[in-house]
């Protein structure tokens, strides 16, 4: 059995991604995929899960290979809350039973990697920092969060991970820019895997800004 290279998405499609953001939201992420495809590595091992979170929090792309990904609309709610800590719940229940852990007669999954992108900030902001302690309990190779639009919230973002890009804005160029750097940020973590190394992120392009 080949090891898998888990790829989690959490997305934001509360009330404010309604109009131009969800549509080039919807554009990356599929671009996203169709450059995947073409890296025979990705094709090989990558599996991807789709988290969206409003007011409910939906696996809308349960864990897929990369070969039987079936293009999605990602949707919004007219209006609506950010459940961001409920979608990190969601996330620990879900890696928690589909990683395969290693074991003396057979090697595990690689680490997964997770992607939270948003446009706000957590309404859920109490269950959002309890689930933080259990989402990196669960060794994830990398975390990049991203935060979008001028109502971002950067600093919520950095309580997960360190690694945080700003985007200034939401549109089409802005986020296929981002889903481009996340393709080459999978396709590196893929092959530095089996090598020991570090996993590390690309360098951003000039539209991101990497918060330290």
Not at 98 to 122: A, M, N, Y
Request: glycine share 8%; hydrophobic share 40%.
């Amino acid at each position: 059995m080949n090891r898998r290279l888990l790829a989690y998405f959490l997305l934001d499609t509360s009330g404010s991604m309604q109009g131009e953001p969800i549509q080039a939201l919807n554009n990356g992420f599929n671009g996203l995929i169709s450059m995947l495809r073409a890296d025979p590595q990705a094709m090989d091992s990558l599996h991807i899960s789709v988290i969206t979170f409003d007011k409910e929090v939906k696996n809308i792309v349960p864990l897929t290979d990369l070969a039987s990904f079936q293009p999605v609309e990602i949707k919004c709610p007219e209006s609506g809350p950010t459940h961001t800590g409920a979608a990190l719940e969601m996330l620990c229940s879900l890696a928690g039973t589909e990683l395969v852990k290693g074991s003396s007669d057979r090697k595990g999954d690689w680490k997964p990697l997770l992607f939270v992108f948003t446009d706000g900030k957590p309404s859920d902001l109490q269950q959002y920092r309890a689930a933080i302690p259990r989402v990196k309990a669960l060794d994830f190779g990398v975390i990049v969060g991203c935060a979008a639009g001028p109502k971002a919230e950067v600093s919520f973002l950095k309580e997960l991970t360190d690694e945080v890009a700003k985007l200034d804005t939401t549109d089409v160029n802005t986020l296929t820019t981002f889903f481009k750097w996340v393709s080459s940020s999978i396709e590196m973590n893929g092959k530095s895997q089996g090598t020991g190394e570090h996993m590390a992120l690309p360098p951003p392009p000039g539209e991101l800004i990497i918060v330290v």
